[in-house]
């Protein structure tokens, strides 16, 4: 980064002290991954100059014969990967695909139903704060009180109760398989488009490593990094039935111009996830989340639903005597990143709630295996242990910074 550096030395600054603080720390939150560097060549490449407005064969400005063959290609990666008749790669992220879709099929007021926040949702799946739920009349489902699961005789009552046009199956701190087969069920009982947003698990489905919502949903929307390990961008995925309302939707709905260079790093991604080496590396992903529940539960964590079936974990660290944020800042200065996250029927607010989430993608990425899960859990344990003791705490930060040179990080290159 020589004309970076030489044109702006305080972001550059700021930049290199990013790549070592990822290079040396454990990174556990599920959303974060690292993109290759591939993907981080396309990201920052000149396709960021030029705008295209419109879609291949169909744009509003010249100059677009490369930039439509790229867009065409992710098009078609896309749909080869998934199994969709229809894929829109032009979503800036996952929350515009999800609100292409209500566009798509939905007019203000209309019910929508949705995964509630507090016990695992998305915002855009009808929460009150956001336009899903200031819009259009959201009504959501709740996980069982007892057991932490998907109850799918609740979804039904409430959707036969509701009558939701639209609902949606997915959600953000969920440890366990989405049952889309039985969501579809619901939804076509009750007359309701099934949405599957799987932003968290797309890398997953991917690969087969978690149920696939097609047939069940005639709607996929998902996020582009995360588990699928490529650049911060969203995708639409369906059969030809919405094909024209959501492309419509997308632009001129909601957007103008799609970021030709994300879409060339999503054509980039895709490619990497249709090896073998990517199918086992989400394989790795589930294997290491559940050895490392496994490890957690042995040095007295609670585990909400008492583990996980996918990349994800959900904790209530109150039984140690602290609260999420609190517990997560601890973790922070050890050098293990997560999140402070609610937990179901948390009896504290947001912003100081109950629980951390953690997940295993971007350890996955950086090559550990199940036999490196109890290490991280046994740092875990003793960096809440001594969450008000800074001195131990870093302590454990240079030890991790020690054990990280053994793992690089992958796309980045520490100088």
């Known amino acids: 980064m020589h004309s970076l550096?030489?044109?702006?030395?305080?972001?550059?600054?700021?930049?290199?002290?990013?790549?070592?603080?990822?290079?040396?720390?454990?990174?556990?939150?599920?959303?974060?991954?690292?993109?290759?560097?591939?993907?981080?060549?396309?990201?920052?490449?000149?396709?960021?100059?030029?705008?295209?407005?419109?879609?291949?064969?169909?744009?509003?400005?010249?100059?677009?014969?490369?930039?439509?063959?790229?867009?065409?290609?992710?098009?078609?990666?896309a749909k080869a990967l998934f199994g969709a008749q229809h894929a829109n790669v032009q979503p800036y992220s996952g929350s515009p695909a999800n609100q292409a879709v209500y566009?798509?099929?939905?007019?203000?007021?209309?019910?929508?139903?949705?995964?509630?926040?507090?016990?695992?949702?998305?915002?855009?799946?009808?929460?009150?704060?956001?336009?899903?739920?200031?819009?259009?009349?959201?009504?959501?489902y709740e996980v069982h009180p007892e057991t932490h699961r998907i109850d799918l005789d609740q979804v039904a009552d409430l959707a036969r109760r509701e009558r939701p046009k639209i609902i949606f199956a997915g959600g953000t701190a969920y440890p366990r398989i989405w049952d889309f087969e039985g969501f579809g069920r619901i939804a076509s009982e009750v007359g309701a488009v099934l949405v599957a947003d799987i932003a968290h698990i797309s890398g997953l489905v991917a690969s087969g490593v978690h149920p696939h919502p097609f047939p069940h949903a005639p709607i996929v929307t998902t996020t582009t990094h995360k588990t699928l390990r490529g650049p911060r961008g969203g995708m639409i995925l369906s059969d030809g039935t919405?094909?024209?309302?959501?492309?419509?939707?997308?632009?001129?709905?909601?957007?103008?111009?799609?970021?030709?260079?994300?879409?060339?790093?999503?054509?980039?991604?895709?490619?990497?996830?249709?090896?073998?080496?990517?199918?086992?590396?989400?394989?790795?992903?589930?294997?290491?989340?559940?050895?490392?529940?496994?490890?957690?539960?042995?040095?007295?964590?609670?585990?909400?639903?008492?583990?996980?079936?996918?990349?994800?974990?959900?904790?209530?660290?109150?039984?140690?005597?602290?609260?999420g944020k609190p517990a997560a800042r601890a973790l922070q200065k050890a050098g293990i990143e997560c999140n402070y996250n609610t937990i179901p029927f948390d009896p504290r607010k947001p912003f100081d709630p109950s629980g951390l989430r953690i997940g295993t993608p971007a350890i996955t990425s950086r090559g550990l295996l199940e036999g490196h899960m109890a290490q991280i859990a046994d740092w875990m344990d003793r960096a809440l242990r001594a969450c008000e003791d800074d001195e131990k705490l870093a302590a454990i930060r240079e030890e991790i910074a020690e054990f990280c040179t053994d793992f690089p990080a992958p796309g980045i290159r520490v100088e």
């Open 5 to 77: 550096q030489a044109t702006d030395p305080e972001i550059h600054d700021l930049i290199r002290k990013e790549e070592r603080r990822q290079a040396s720390t454990i990174r556990l939150i599920p959303s974060e991954n690292y993109a290759s560097r591939a993907v981080m060549e396309a990201t920052g490449s000149v396709l960021t100059n030029k705008y295209s407005e419109g879609y291949a064969g169909k744009r509003y400005y010249e100059g677009q014969e490369f930039i439509d063959q790229i867009e065409e290609i992710a098009i078609a990666r």
């Open 103 to 140: 566009v798509a099929l939905l007019v203000p007021g209309d019910t929508v139903m949705g995964l509630s926040l507090p016990f695992g949702g998305h915002l855009t799946h009808g929460w009150k704060v956001n336009f899903s739920g200031i819009q259009y009349r959201a009504v959501q």
């Open 242 to 323: 919405y094909a024209k309302q959501i492309d419509r939707a997308v632009f001129p709905g909601l957007q103008g111009g799609p970021h030709n260079h994300t879409t060339a790093a999503i054509a980039v991604a895709l490619k990497e996830a249709a090896t073998e080496e990517f199918r086992q590396y989400s394989r790795q992903i589930v294997a290491n989340a559940r050895a490392l529940a496994a490890a957690l539960l042995e040095r007295g964590f609670r585990l909400i639903s008492g583990g996980t079936d996918n990349h994800l974990i959900l904790i209530d660290v109150t039984p140690r005597g602290i609260n």
